[in-house]
């Protein structure tokens, strides 16, 4: 099983390594989104922290849309999906291999991301690194979890694109909430340390009940019933 | 594993449209059944089926003794499928392609034998999105032989195929007949298929109007799909 998700997964690696699509779409429109609200928000050359904490988990939300509609893309194109799933290997690792590869391209950008709230709104985010790592990796995972098994179950659809937003937002609110509390309670002049851990534990309940649920609801939602 | 798939009064609906409406047919191992039809007339959706790929609506379809409703990891595992698409990934080598999907299948070792006998030696480390229509058909069909099908089943894999190409698909699926695997042809090149078939369907508004096997291939298919189709 786990061989068979590392396989899935390193198709999807050595497919962006030589592309670059979809982390340099995400980058460039989280970066974007980053530089905009940089102009709304920044005042006397800082942002306050609930500031900050929302325009990282959008730009996160909103870049990591158009990641999951490209990784899908790419089972689409020449109708892959359909040979994955005829192969006898387990759904679970075919699911689980997409959803990691998800994971590694939104982590990708989360650094840069990240970064880049440092150096535009002077965010002190490396001081608790440990708990902001803690949020944005379960945070990642729970959103790749849903927006995966969405964005593929969506397949052919038209309008696909619009649909995955209109269909993965309302489910991933609780995920965008517990991310940007937690980061904001981090960001405060004192850090509410409490609370963030409160969040991360949230976030990891989460991704226990979603990725469940999604490993159980792939296989009847993806392939097709009649 | 099975040496014949049994189809019984197998009917699919989408929405209002039914694209199947009570098919009954036998494969059986050592035979190519040249599936023939009209535009519409249900073949893909026979073969979507057979591939378990789709459920049927209603009637059954069974591989020996195992049903349909039971397709499993292993069932799956001895089927294979030249479609439309070509199943393939654009920006993996042809060589990585079948790397990829023989561990899929959970074997390993065979991608360059695959790669010959479809005659992809020099195009094997190229990506596929370099291929051209009738290299990839080739290369689809190496990927459908991967797990060492029981059924393997064709859709229209003539296409794109130059004359060189033609010739070496009807050679290695007569070699796959005489081999003892299952084969179904989807194909409108009834001279191509006439070579090859030892059985032959004709689907007609998602019914069976023609279902014949013989020991010899089929002399004449254009006759047989003048009458029928």
Known sequence: MLRLVGLVLWKDLVVE???REIVSTM???????MLIF?????????????AVAGILWTAIAFSGTLGLSRAADRERDGDALRA?????????????????GIVIFMLATELVVAALSTVLFGAALSAHAAELSGLLLLGTIGYAAIGGLFSLMLGRARSRDVLLAVVLYPIIVPVIIAGSKGTSSLLESIPDLAAARYWIKFLAVFDIVF????????EPLIVERG | MFD???VEGVTKVYGRQRALGGVSLRLEAGRLCALLGPNGAGKSTLLGILSTLLRPTGGEVRFGSVQHRQAGRTLRGAIGLVAHESFLYGDLTGRENLRFFERLYGG???AQTLLSRVGLDEAADRPVRTYSRGMQQRLALARALCGQPRLLLLDEPFTGLDSS???????????????GVILMLVTHDLAAAAELANHVVVLRRGKVAFDHAQSAPFARLDEVYAAHA
């Open chain 1, 211 to 218: 990725v469940t649920l999604a490993l159980w609801a792939f």
């Open chain 2, 4 to 6: 014949h798939v049994t």
């Open chain 1, 27 to 33: 980058l460039f429109f989280a970066v974007i989104v």
């Open chain 2, 108 to 110: 390993g070792g065979r």
């Open chain 2, 165 to 179: 190409g033609v010739a070496a698909l009807r050679t290695l699926l007569a070699e796959l007949r005489d081999g």
């Open chain 1, 84 to 100: 994955l799933l005829l192969s006898p290997a387990p759904r679970a690792a075919l699911y689980l291999g997409k959803t990691a």
């Open chain 1, 38 to 50: 940089s102009f709304a928000f920044l005042s006397e050359g800082r942002a306050s922290g609930d």
């Open chain 1, 17 to 19: 390594w030589r592309t």
